[in-house]
């Protein structure tokens, strides 16, 4: 089982910025995917961007775009989502996630992931 810690939740003001981070266990090999999930009340959790370690690519949504940015420390086994130009309905519980050989046609799909983390909340005000 993996084991995904996520930090550096906050809260800022709409146009801000924040950097989550989350440790990831050592026994994942470059095999894993880590993906970043968003969870707001009343909506089902949905992908926000992911990063295939053994290549390094990344995959956003829609709304990530342009403003958020996933990397991978390997010395640290740590992976960062830089986000900026924070909106309100950035709004929630950031989870991040780790499945192994995930297809890359499906990496949004939270069903592909199979180790998860607590979560850290983000709160931007308008």
């Known amino acids: 089982q993996v084991r995904l810690t996520e930090s550096g939740g906050g809260s800022v003001q709409t146009g801000g910025s924040l950097t989550l981070s989350c440790a990831v266990s050592l026994n994942v090999g470059s095999d894993f995917t880590v993906a970043w999930f968003l969870e707001r009340p009343g909506k089902e959790r949905e992908a926000v961007a992911s990063?295939?370690?053994?290549?390094?690519?990344?995959f956003y949504a829609r709304s990530a775009q342009g403003r958020f940015a996933c990397s991978h420390e390997s010395t640290e086994n740590t992976v960062t989502l830089r986000m900026s130009d924070l909106k309100p309905e950035d709004t929630g519980v950031y989870l991040c996630a780790a499945g192994r050989r995930v297809n890359g046609a499906l990496w949004y799909v939270r069903h592909v992931y199979d180790s998860w983390g607590q979560g850290t909340q983000v709160t931007v005000s308008s």
């Open positions: 990063i295939y370690l053994d290549s390094g690519r990344t």
